[in-house]
């Protein structure tokens, strides 16, 4: 399956952005879908996840900030991000895991500075 991510860009420090992942096909259900990021010279970190539709899990630095979901009938996946500060600053990409399956998009930047 292929992901393609897409809605980064310059956002100033307590602004919001969303992002989109649309996959080439429709694997929500039987697929754990997550975001992750990799800040400049840090390693790729998990941010957050969804199965299914509906359990959706948040890595600390984020929770209570963005949010998780997804729309079957588009085969989209989204993360919406408020509050964002320059911690956030980073790739986001989105990956499908499930059996037989481990897809990763090309990532889309966020960048956020004033």
């Known amino acids: 399956v292929q992901l393609v991510e897409s809605g980064g860009g310059l956002v100033q420090p307590g602004g919001s952005l969303r992002l989109s992942c649309v996959a080439s096909a429709a694997i929500f259900h039987t697929t754990v879908m997550a975001w992750y990021r990799q800040a400049p010279g840090k390693e790729r970190e998990w941010v957050a996840r969804i199965i299914a539709g509906v359990v959706a899990s948040y890595a600390d630095s984020v929770k209570g900030r963005f949010t998780i979901s997804q729309n079957d009938a588009n085969n989209t996946m989204y993360l919406q991000m408020n509050s964002l500060n320059r911690e956030d600053t980073a790739v986001y990409y989105c990956?499908?895991?499930?059996?037989?399956?481990?897809?990763w998009g090309n990532g889309t930047l966020v960048t956020v500075s004033s």
């Open positions: 990956n499908a895991n499930a059996v037989g399956i481990d897809s």
